[in-house]
């Protein structure tokens, strides 16, 4: 099977430096004829071309990067003196095109640094010979602004082409990455092939032996589902007795002494299950009996908490409204004790009002004798005055008269004074009596405050006592009250564990009924300590 080669990238640029080559020296019959139709040196620029093709023949010989840039610089030259070649024709200008068509051409190289070395040369030539020699560039002398023109295109061209050049070189790595990917996948699958065409064969020689293998499993194992099928017939039938006596072959054999292995503890399982059943039974009925007997029990506690907790309820009512009661009565006691303290006060401001008054008495008795004196000093004045008169004769009788009067109303000043004094006396004994009787009484509201704050204090005792023995009441009757809730609680538990030993007997029972059903043999002394158990 024939397989086309994939272009690599040495051949593309091997291809170009062919191709360019031939291209370097296609320039030396144009340049000498167009030195030659312009009257120009053409013998010496076809040897100048002839150089620039020699020189790079001789380095593409050695291949590689040197080759590239070689014949970039080679090519641009030749263009170069193709211009010269035209010097002073109209068509000089437009041979500059070639510089353009040349380095588009470097492409061919996949190369970024040949499209470079040719831009270079090119840049180079124009900058030097338009002072130099500027008839060889452009016709008619060197023109700076030309240059300028003609360096930014090269430019722009010589950068497109240097991306082109990149995104090519990418390319050709992903290609040739692919193309190995390709090559390793196929190279897999040939070896694949042969190893299937080998394992073909080797299965064909593996196939017979396991077809005659098979014939002889399938007889052994024949002999074995045989075997297992009558023995798990008779377990099917509840024939625990029955073993497998037939020996199998070796592979077999362990599958034979487990079925056995298997059988026989399943048969003294079920016999200690067939004693324990029959001891749960008789275990159960006396649990049944007696959980009978606790749930009567339970139900009478019940009953009797119940009266305990209502006769509870009526002794706690009962606490608590005395209670009350002496609260209420410790609130009225103590009223009655700040009335008792007001009543104190009150004797004691008319205690000290009465002694207010007995000062005034004494004040104006005081008053009254100074009156006295007065109207005694008055009588006395009176009578010299009624000497004097008499002495004065008849010019003195007014006086006299005047005298006279004077001396009657002191007299009755004195006399009022007196008997105000008098009053005053009697007044003075009855406010000291009124006095003693009111400080008797104020000592008799203070021991009757007194005794008011001994009842105030029992009776406050009595009231904290009947409350203290009313919460003792309400725990107690709060406990008894959870008792009779846990005791109907234990009730209603106790029913459900008598149901549920009544339901375990039966079970029991069935039980015993299904394990009946097994032939089992003789139960041996393995079912013994099931029965001590029970």
């Known amino acids: 099977m024939t397989r086309s080669r994939s272009l690599t990238l040495e051949d593309q640029r091997a291809f170009g430096l062919k191709v360019l080559n031939g291209l370097i020296c ?3 019959p144009l340049v000498g004829l167009a030195a030659f139709l312009n009257k120009g040196p053409w013998l010496g620029l076809s040897l100048a071309v002839a150089g620039l093709a020699g020189a790079s023949l001789l380095v593409s010989r050695a291949g590689g990067a040197a080759a590239r840039l070689t014949v970039g610089v080679a090519l641009m030259g030749a263009v170069s003196l193709l211009v010269a070649a035209f010097a002073g024709a109209p068509w000089q200008v437009d041979m500059h095109m070639a510089y353009f068509a040349a380095l588009a051409t470097l492409i061919v190289f996949c190369d970024w640094r040949a499209i470079v070395a040719g831009a270079g040369t090119v840049a180079v030539h124009h900058l030097v010979l338009s002072f130099v020699l500027p008839a060889a560039v452009f016709p008619g002398g060197g023109d700076i602004g030309r240059v300028l023109v003609h360096a930014v295109i090269l430019v722009i061209e010589a950068a497109v082409l240097v991306w082109a050049a ?12 692919a193309v190995a990917e390709a090559q390793a996948a196929r190279q897999a699958a040939e070896g694949a092939t042969h190893a299937v065409e ?48 037939q020996a199998f072959t070796p592979q077999y054999e362990a599958l034979r002494r487990d079925f056995n292995s298997a059988a026989e503890r399943l048969q003294d399982a079920l016999g200690v299950i067939s004693q324990a059943a029959t001891n749960m039974s008789g275990g159960a009925g006396e649990i049944s009996q007696a959980a009978d007997n606790l749930s009567r029990r339970t139900e009478q506690q019940a009953a009797g908490l119940e009266e305990t907790a209502a ?19 410790a609130e009225v006691v103590a009223r009655s004790r700040l009335d008792a303290q007001k009543a104190g006060q009150v004797v004691g401001d008319a205690v000290q009002a009465m002694s207010e008054i ?22 006395l004045l009176a009578l010299n005055a009624g000497v004097e008169a008499a002495r004065a004769g008849d010019a003195g009788r007014g006086f006299a008269v005047v005298a006279s009067e004077v001396r009657a109303l002191a007299q009755r000043s004195a006399d009022a004074a007196k008997e105000i004094k008098g009053l005053i006396s009697a007044s003075s004994q009855q406010v000291a009596q009124g006095v003693g009787l009111v400080g008797q009484t104020g000592e008799a509201l203070q021991r009757i405050v007194a005794q008011v704050a001994e009842i105030d204090g029992l009776v406050r005792e009595i009231a904290a006592g009947a409350q203290e023995q009313a919460t003792g009441l309400h725990e107690v009757n709060t406990a008894v009250n959870d008792m009779d809730r846990v005791t109907q609680q234990n009730a209603a538990m106790v029913e459900e564990t008598t149901a549920a030993s009544h339901a375990l007997a039966s079970e029991a029972r069935l039980l015993a009924d299904s394990v009946a059903r097994f032939d089992i043999g003789t139960v041996g002394s393995k079912a013994t300590p099931g029965r001590r158990a029970a």
């Open 26 to 28: 296609l320039f030396i």
């Open 166 to 177: 990149l995104r090519i070189l990418q390319m050709f790595a992903t290609s040739t990455a």
């Open 198 to 245: 080998e394992s073909r064969a080797a299965e064909a020689i593996a196939a017979q032996e396991r077809l005659d293998l098979q014939q002889s499993v399938d007889q052994e194992r024949k002999a074995v589902v045989e075997g297992l099928a009558t023995g798990l017939d008779k377990l099917a039938h509840g024939v625990l007795t029955y073993r497998i006596s």
């Open 311 to 329: 006769a509870l309820d009526e002794v706690t009512a009962t606490v608590r409204k005395s209670a009350e009661g002496a609260k209420e009565a």
């Open 358 to 379: 007995e000062k005034s008495s004494e004040q104006i008795t005081q008053i009254i004798g100074v009156i006295d004196e007065i109207a005694f000093q008055t009588n």
